[in-house]
């Protein structure tokens, strides 16, 4: 069997389950990770909040593509049953308030050779809607990066990498 999982204010369309479904057909992936774009008024903060996604989604497939495979969004993911318990499931990381999704990418890249795909067509993408405050992003960003501890530190890496030649560029 094949789990697969969105949150509870993502909209999927009518065609997203057959997609994940799809995707781990015959010698297709283990995990598949899908896109998941921000939606929201036209205001300075989503525009940012859409921008931000966007940079961390695009790292993100760089790096699935690259084999380096280092995390997701819980919001557009789907796995082989058998992958999760041959990867510890969520034991290593059940103490953890946000981030499980992004560390049982990690867990699976370290502990199993699973074929991680990320797929970004219009049936596998997965809205959801952005903040409208800056106040509830903020809180939002702060529960996201509260388990960056934990995480992996090559994809840590390889984003600050990317930020920092970005703000450089930017500054100069």
Not at 149 to 163: H, I, L
Request: glycine share 10%; hydrophobic share 40%.
């Amino acid at each position: 069997p094949v789990c697969v999982f969105t949150d509870a204010d993502c909209t999927p369309g009518p065609d997203w389950l057959a997609a994940h479904a799809r995707a781990h057909g015959g010698p297709g992936a283990s995990l598949v990770v899908g896109y998941s774009p921000l939606e929201g008024t036209d205001s300075w903060l989503v525009r940012f909040q859409q921008f931000d996604t966007t940079l961390n989604q695009f790292l993100a497939a760089s790096a699935i593509g690259d084999g380096e495979a280092y995390m997701a969004r819980g919001g557009n993911l789907s796995y082989a049953r058998a992958l999760h318990d041959q990867a510890g499931g969520f034991e290593g990381h059940v103490h953890h308030i946000s981030g499980d999704d992004t560390l049982f990418i990690q867990a699976v890249r370290r502990q199993t050779d699973a074929v991680i795909r990320w797929l970004d067509t219009a049936e596998i993408t997965v809205p959801s809607p952005a903040r409208e405050r800056l106040g509830a992003w903020l809180r939002q960003k702060r529960r996201q990066t509260s388990t960056g501890a934990s995480f992996d530190r090559t994809g840590v890496w390889r984003a600050g990498q990317f930020y920092w030649t970005l703000l450089l560029t930017l500054v100069m």
